[in-house]
């Protein structure tokens, strides 16, 4: 019986610990959401709420660091376990940037409140679209611990990928047929940007979760569409 109850007690330490993330994931979504309508409608209030409610994200990810130190000092976690604890506070570090980057997203609408209106600025909210997807489906990945759900979304970031160089190229032309589009268009460049990378660390979030799973770090290269290097 008493080796039960330490078995129920870690399980349920373990269950706080994956509910800690998965609250972290549903607000980076929420967040990201809110600054892409924020800077397609550039609304400065609704960025700054944005800006404002990145906080709670850093503190659950202090909630989470803290959770597993007390698990690795009070239960010595080996094997899978070891790995569900490694795992989480890695996971926890990539959805804090996918906050970080939300924020990001919002600043810029600050800077283009009284900008021309450009139109591939619908093309950064598909985008942006699109990444919240992938946080939101690598998320529902990680609570199910469904490996092959994870390879799915990291595959779907060759998309995300595609799409970032696509409007990258379209912010390019904008600036060449016309100066004047050049502060605007290097915002929106920004913002894009910003978007992409979280796309890479909805990636990260899901190569852990094969971890979690089958004990392995050891990925096959995954493709990559984002070609503005050679674009400029």
């Known amino acids: ?80 376990d070891l790995r569900e604890v490694m795992a989480a506070l890695r996971i926890s570090a990539d959805i804090e940037r996918i906050g970080d980057y939300a924020k990001n997203v919002a600043k810029r609408t600050l800077a283009l409140k009284d900008a ?19 946080v939101a489906e690598t998320i529902v ?12 979304v990291r595959a779907r970031d060759a998309e995300l990928d595609a ?13 060449m047929e016309d100066p004047r589009n050049i502060s605007a268009c290097t915002h929106l460049l920004f913002a894009a940007k910003n978007i992409e990378r979280i796309g890479d660390h909805a990636t990260n979030i899901a190569e852990y979760v094969w971890f979690i799973e089958h004990g392995e770090r050891e990925m096959p290269e995954r493709e990559k569409r984002d070609t503005t290097i050679d674009a400029r």
């Open 141 to 152: 990945a990680y609570r199910e611990r469904n490996a092959e759900r994870a390879m799915k």
């Open 163 to 175: 799409e970032y160089t696509q409007l990258f190229r379209s912010l390019l032309t904008y600036m």
């Open 116 to 134: 021309p209106q450009i139109a591939a600025t619908r093309a950064l909210a598909s985008l942006a679209q699109l990444a919240q997807e992938l």
């Open 1 to 80: 019986m008493p080796h039960e109850h330490i078995v129920k007690s870690y399980d349920n330490e373990l269950a706080r610990l994956t509910g800690e993330i998965a609250r972290m994931g549903d607000l980076a979504c929420a967040q990201l959401r809110a600054a892409a309508k924020a800077l397609d409608a550039r609304d400065a209030d609704a960025a700054r709420a944005v800006m404002a409610a990145d906080a709670e994200i850093d503190a659950l990810e202090h909630v989470v660091s803290h959770d597993v130190i007390r698990l690795l000092a009070l239960r010595q976690p080996m094997a899978r």
